[in-house]
């Protein structure tokens, strides 16, 4: 099943609730993000090592949500479910 997919630089752990940095990346992401709604019905987290597309493969992701609350965008993980990468589209951000 085709996941979107937002990139971090460390592993996100279950349950976990935090605010999202507003670094070139992250506004990329959600600009893309936006466009792209319509053709999302999951939203992973995963970390590829050294933060590299060349180290998707067989990264290990969390099902994350993506929540704007008073102009500040939250990153909630509600699940302990895993979801390893099989193939990463750097271009579409599906994996």
């Given at each position: 099943?085709?996941?979107?997919?937002?990139?971090?630089?460390?592993?996100?752990l279950?349950?976990?609730?935090?605010?999202?940095?507003?670094?070139?990346?992250?506004?990329?992401?959600?600009?893309?993000?936006?466009?792209d709604?319509?053709?999302?019905?999951?939203?992973?987290?995963?970390?590829?090592?050294?933060?590299?597309?060349?180290?998707?493969?067989?990264?290990?992701?969390?099902?994350?949500?993506i929540?704007?609350?008073?102009?500040?965008?939250?990153?909630?993980?509600?699940?302990?479910?895993?979801?390893?990468?099989?193939?990463?589209?750097?271009?579409?951000?599906?994996?």
């Amino acid at each position: 099943m085709p996941m979107y997919t937002l990139k971090f630089n460390s592993p996100i752990l279950p349950y976990a609730k935090f605010p999202l940095t507003q670094n070139k990346y992250i506004q990329d992401f959600l600009r893309s993000y936006d466009e792209d709604k319509d053709k999302i019905k999951k939203v992973i987290g995963v970390h590829f090592e050294k933060n590299s597309n060349n180290n998707a493969l067989n990264a290990v992701g969390i099902e994350i949500d993506i929540i704007k609350k008073n102009n500040i965008t939250l990153i909630e993980s509600n699940s302990n479910m895993r979801y390893k990468v099989l193939e990463y589209d750097a271009n579409t951000n599906f994996s």
